[in-house]
């Protein structure tokens, strides 16, 4: 890989940034060998850039895939050649780095088999048959497929760390409702599963504030509907704002280490120095004007989960979980983040919506009265009068005015 990650703990605070200055590849980078040269139409992240040498010489060997046109492989995996190739190489690249479970399938007939899965919830008899595999065989692979492509999530989901990335995102924001100094857009996911329900205190965990059983997941996205940060998995009944605070991006944020910046925040969340609620009670035009503003990007979110759980319908129904063990939905939600991210960096659509898109979940209250923080309240509404009030439209006379 063309990028060097660095991690480093410091107070128990875990940061991931990519070096691209010390990597021995370099200066020779070169875009991957699949036909990614579609993508010099847009800016690159680092992290697209793929060292030649690394996929072996010579063209691109034929695979599991080339037996489809490319309507039938759209159809099969809601994914382009080009991507998929893309994701195959890196997927080869990861497994020779890592130390996992190889499937008996090659590289690419195994990572033909998850996306398949991803794609449908379920394999396909057309891909049982030109694999020559059973059902039985699948489960395994598939939980190894994705392990292999979540563990890629520091190289392809990245919360803007450096000055120059905070300002660019925070002015996209700005351009599309107004709200200065924001990184991103918060909000619980929720992931449909099957808890038995003669367990019943466990099966209650799993069940949600809308009444079904689902595992949540705590997301971050930009204004684009690119995912930046995707952490935990826990019970459907977990409050959010149990997730924010002990997640390391909560804790990130809340220990201002990524300056004076907020996130969007649903009901759901507390109001703080960096979490930004809507006015729950609007009393004037400047909050209704405020809450308007919250609920455009807030939407973002909705949008984007929707694009998700469209492409790969396996997250529409993640199967049976166990309290006790969730790495393999953990695994799946955070793989399904990776292959979004690179799907809209090689620009391929998702599905068509069909039926309706389902809401954000609409946030689990506490039972016991919050304690308001005046800090983060005053700043909140000095925000609102500065950016949404009549009178910040109003330009300011000049000294030679007055």
């Not at 809601?78 to 991507?83: I, Q, S, V």
């Not at 190489?89 to 090659?106: G, N, Q, W, Y």
């Not at 195994?110 to 394999?123: D, E, I, K, Q």
């Not at 209250?365 to 919050?370: E, K, M, R, Y």
Request: glycine share 6%; aromatic share 8%; proline share 6%.
């Amino acid at each position: 890989m063309p990028t060097a990650v660095k991690e480093k703990e410091e107070d128990t605070r875990c940061y991931t940034t990519f070096d691209t200055q010390s990597s021995p590849l370099q200066p020779e980078w070169r875009v991957l060998r699949c036909g990614c040269q579609q993508m010099a139409s847009f800016a690159l992240p680092v992290w697209l850039a793929l060292q030649e040498e690394l996929l072996g010489p010579g063209g691109a060997a034929p695979n599991s895939f080339d037996d489809f046109d490319d309507d039938a492989l759209f159809q099969m995996f809601h994914l382009t050649r080009p991507c998929i190739a893309f994701i195959t190489d890196a997927v080869c690249i990861r497994m020779k780095t890592v130390t996992v479970d190889r499937p008996a399938l090659s590289v690419d007939a195994a990572v033909m088999v998850a996306l398949n899965y991803y794609a449908h919830g379920l394999s396909s008899a057309d891909v049982l048959q030109r694999l020559g595999s059973s059902q039985a065989d699948f489960p395994g692979i598939i939980c190894t497929v994705s392990a292999v492509i979540a563990g890629m999530a520091d190289q392809f989901i990245s919360f803007p760390l450096l000055r120059d990335a905070r300002t660019n995102v925070a002015n996209s924001i700005k351009r599309v409702c107004g709200i200065p100094n924001v990184l991103g857009v918060l909000a619980p996911a929720h992931f449909k599963i099957r808890a038995s329900p003669y367990e019943k205190e466990k099966f209650r965990s799993f069940v949600n504030s809308l009444g079904y059983t689902s595992v949540v997941s705590q997301f971050i996205c930009d204004s684009d509907g690119n995912i930046l940060s995707v952490e935990k998995c826990c019970v459907g009944s977990t409050f959010e704002q149990e997730l924010w605070d002990s997640s390391f991006k909560g804790k990130e944020m809340e220990e201002e280490l990524h300056g004076p910046y907020s996130v969007i925040g649903g009901n759901g969340y507390r109001l703080s120095n960096h979490v930004l609620t809507p006015v729950s009670e609007p009393a004037n035009y400047h909050e209704n004007h405020f809450n308007e503003a919250h609920a455009k990007i807030h939407n973002v979110m909705r949008t984007t989960l929707g694009s998700m759980k469209r492409r790969f319908r396996c997250l529409m129904q993640l199967g049976f979980a166990k309290e006790c063990s969730l790495d393999k939905q953990a695994n799946i939600i955070k793989a399904c983040s990776v292959l979004h991210n690179i799907a809209k960096k090689f620009s391929v659509a998702p599905p068509p919506v069909v039926g309706k898109v389902e809401p954000l979940h609409p946030g689990k209250q506490p039972l016991a009265p919050v304690t308001v923080n005046r800090e983060a309240f005053e700043a909140r509404r000095d925000l609102i009068y500065r950016n949404f009030s009549i009178y910040c439209k109003v330009k300011a006379p000049r000294d030679e005015d007055a």
